[in-house]
């Protein structure tokens, strides 16, 4: 039989998907034939931070996320991007595949958009050569992920202007101009905006970030998952919630690139640094009547009552009591010291319970 003959056997058979695919990653992952992924177009042009920052956006949002968490931070000519968000996810044996060339999950899924292609196996890789740093600090399948970036900024560099918040105006045509400088800024709202109904958009500090993953940790867990749940179980987006004291959010943080003081992360726990709202909440578009805004999962502040919670003293013993109490029946059941005494301890926010836990010897 003739190649072609061949070829079109196969392709009558399953498709011509794996004549577009040089290797199964497994998980859904494919690295592309060189053919394919030129004709998805060339490697992605990487001149700038905001260039990187609307990949890693895109990235998310194709990989299904509805909430996309952006921490940007700069130390002298360093720039460091931390983006978290509750998308799809990457098992732990491909972390470092893609930022391969030609290494994607979009292989019957690529998406156009204003910026052009997206989903031909570049867009990590063309960050991971251009950045002094590209990695995923946390992620498995269905978990979401955390990619962390670092840049110089005398190789990659970026608007000098970094404060100025961008201007959006309706013109006659309907469409809508951007005036401003095209900053981190600018980008991320552009994102946001344009995509609005799939994805909800933070942008902030780390120590904004880390208040705004708390909460919304805080909003979605149980009281069960918080006092048992395992970090490396629940979502990405979610691990922060697990947090008793301020050593331990620090350290939850910085597994997922969020580097954070014990300072700071107590004043997170005090309810001291209030959540993000959604980055679209600041976007006004002139000349445009108000609309119905589309609904999005925001990350809820975690305290609604700044006067905050006192407990009596002997209540909180009491209460202490009553805790130390169930967690023996659980201790007995997975062999651990029975004998540990609670610490209670009531913010503003909530009450937070730790309790030590040690395998019997």
Excluded at 296 to 302: I, K, Q, S, V
Aim: hydrophobic share 40%.
């Amino acid at each position: 039989m003739a190649n072609g003959s061949l070829e079109a056997f196969i392709e009558n058979v399953s498709g011509d998907s794996h004549l577009r695919v040089e290797a199964d990653l497994g998980d859904g992952f494919v690295r592309l034939r060189s053919a394919e992924a030129e004709r998805r177009q060339a490697a992605h042009d990487i001149r700038s931070t905001e260039d990187i920052v609307i990949e890693m956006l895109r990235n998310a949002r194709d990989a299904h996320a509805k909430s996309v968490f952006t921490a940007v931070s700069r130390e002298g000519g360093r720039r460091r991007i931390v983006m978290v968000d509750d998308g799809d996810g990457v098992p732990p044996a491909l972390h470092e595949h893609v930022f391969e060339p030609r290494v994607t999950s979009k292989l019957d899924t690529m998406h156009l958009d204003k910026w052009g292609v997206h989903g031909r196996g570049m867009a990590l890789y063309s960050i991971a050569v251009n950045a002094e740093t590209a990695r995923i600090a946390a992620s498995d399948a269905g978990r979401g992920s955390s990619f962390v970036v670092e840049t110089d900024l005398a190789r990659v560099g970026e608007k000098a202007d970094q404060s100025s918040f961008p201007v959006f105006e309706r013109t006659d045509a309907g469409t809508v101009a951007v005036r401003g400088p095209k900053n981190i800024l600018r980008t991320v709202c552009e994102f946001a905006l344009e995509c609005r109904r799939d994805c909800t958009v933070y942008l902030g500090s780390v120590t904004d970030v880390v208040a705004t993953l708390y909460a919304f940790g805080l909003s979605s867990l149980t009281a069960a998952s918080r006092a048992f749940g395992r970090a490396d179980e629940l979502p990405v987006c979610k691990r922060l919630a697990l947090a008793a004291d301020p050593a331990e959010l620090a350290g939850l943080a910085g597994s997922l690139g969020l580097a954070l003081s014990e300072r700071s992360a107590r004043r997170v726990l005090d309810g001291e640094i209030a959540p993000l709202s959604p980055l679209l909440d600041r976007v006004r578009i002139g000349n445009d009547a108000p609309e119905p805004a589309a609904p999005r999962t925001a990350a809820p502040c975690a305290s609604q009552d700044a006067r905050g919670l006192k407990l009596a003293r002997e209540d909180l013993d009491d209460f202490a009591g009553r805790v130390a109490a169930a967690y023996r029946d659980v201790a007995q059941r997975y062999y651990l010291e029975p004998d540990v005494q609670p610490e209670v301890r009531v913010g503003k926010d909530g009450i937070r319970i730790h309790i030590p836990v040690s395998k019997l010897r």
